[in-house]
């Protein structure tokens, strides 16, 4: 009874059109700053608010977001048509900074889901842990990712990394369904050839202190010799992995 879903006009766009007869659906048009505002009312009133728009727009609320994460309000951003997946709708529409943008708001927790399963469980987990902003980065159209012959852990917390691979002392660390499954080419293409033992670890969560750190596990446990990391944001994923090895001390 608590969770409202507001729009910014994009509610088709965002698959969120089937709950537009509901009554706690609250479409507020092409003003993302007013939408941003209003969500921070609703949930210093007890409300579990999702803001929907693309990705690329919340730049134009980006101070209403702030001053959401100040009153650490519950608020969580789902921020659609993300990443380098798509272009057909021009430059104006994607969104590369984002990822990095949000984690630098004090408070705010991020996750950048590959999976629908794992959309789902971060989903859920942002809705029930009622302790400050989140930001989802979503995309509009799932990517397969081929596994192949690798082996791959189940994540058994929604905050786990996902880790694929047979040998790991070289590594890829990636975010994002576009980096997961051009990583998963290669390293299946790798292993075929047998010309390179590489794991992939795939971080989904930026920002969340109970989240488990497989990275600094995994390079400590098999010594890892060299790591990529296949980004678009940024730098934070690269940010996340010197912190891993410095902790470790390699």
Known sequence: QDIYVLDGDLSKSCSIDYLETHARFIECGISEQDMVSF???????GKIPLVNTYAAFFKRAYEQVYVNASETTHVIYCGHYSGLDYHTDGKTHQSISD???????????????????????????????????????????????????????SPT???????????????????????????????????????????????????????SDTLKGIVQEHKTKAIVVVEEDCGLLLSCVRGAVVDVGA
């Open 157 to 211: 917390s929604p905050l786990d990394d996902l880790v694929f691979g047979n040998c790991f002392t070289h590594l890829i660390v990636c975010s994002g369904v576009v980096a997961t499954s051009v990583c998963l080419e290669y390293i299946n293409d790798a292993e075929l050839n047998k010309v390179a033992n590489v794991g992939l670890v795939v971080k989904s969560a930026f920002g969340v202190v109970e989240s």
């Open 39 to 45: 969500a921070g009312g609703l949930s210093l009133n």
């Open 99 to 153: 990822l990095s943008m949000m984690a630098a708001i004090p408070g705010m927790k991020v996750f950048e889901p590959v999976t629908p399963s794992q959309a789902v469980e971060q989903l859920k987990y942002s809705i029930s842990n009622k302790n400050g902003p989140v930001y989802m980065r979503l995309h509009r159209t799932p990517i397969p990712l081929l596994t192949g012959s690798l082996k791959h852990t």
